[in-house]
């Protein structure tokens, strides 16, 4: 399988994110969810992420999203 690069900014700056289309197809339920762009899910992950890469940050809030509610309070607060 293939990975799919997405273009987005992040304060201020251009970036790309490259994640397996199930990993986007969660993202965008979470957004959905959520009421917000998945692009606005990903600038919320940039800032809560720490050192973790941004592609690793986003496949760890989709799962903990698919596992249960608020993935990025839970995930980040381990850390």
């Known amino acids: 399988m293939s990975l799919v690069k997405r273009s987005l ?3 201020g700056h ?3 994110v490259a994640l397996e289309p199930e990993f986007w197809s969660a993202l965008e339920a979470m957004a959905a969810a959520e009421g917000v762009t ?3 899910v990903l600038r919320r992950l940039d800032e ?3 050192d973790r890469p941004l592609a690793s940050a986003a496949r760890v ?3 903990g999203w ?3 509610p608020d993935p990025v309070s839970r995930v ?3 850390e």
Do not use: E, K, M
């Open 9 to 11: 900014s992040l304060s």
């Open 14 to 16: 251009q970036t790309s």
């Open 38 to 40: 998945v692009s606005a």
């Open 48 to 50: 809560g992420r720490g």
């Open 61 to 63: 809030a989709a799962l």
């Open 66 to 68: 698919a596992l249960g």
């Open 76 to 78: 980040f607060a381990r």
